[in-house]
């Protein structure tokens, strides 16, 4: 039994190689579709949290309201809309962290 010859190793060395570049370039165009999809989700994760908060501290369960008890107006609960501020700025800032370290705390000091 002797090798095969090698133009067509070649062939078929060329062919598995652009199979694998198309596959990779269809892989990378799903991975960056995944990741975008991924940041979207963790970006409204807390906003969703804090509405999940505030319905089961309002009605105490996950299902609708129509058997609740009659609430009285009271003016002392937390508005949700305070805490998803102070997270919707929380993670500007922690997103652009290095960016405001560089412009307030300049390691050289150029004023």
Known sequence: MSAPPSPLLALVGIV???????SYSNYKAQ????????????LFLPMILIFLAYYMT???RFMSPAMKETVV???SEAS????SLFL???LVLVSYHS?????WWSP???Y
């Not at 598995?16 to 198309?22: A, K």
């Not at 991975?31 to 963790?42: E, P, R």
């Not at 949700?80 to 805490?83: A, C, E, Q």
Request: charged share 10%; no cysteine.
């Open 16 to 22: 598995v190689l652009l199979l694998y570049l198309s």
């Open 31 to 42: 991975m960056h579709k995944s990741q975008a999809s991924f940041n979207l989700f963790l």
């Open 73 to 75: 107006n009271d003016q």
């Open 88 to 90: 919707g700025i929380m």
């Open 80 to 83: 949700p809309w305070g805490v």
């Open 58 to 60: 309002k009605y105490g």
């Open 108 to 110: 050289w000091g150029s």
């Open 99 to 103: 960016y405001f370290q560089s412009k």
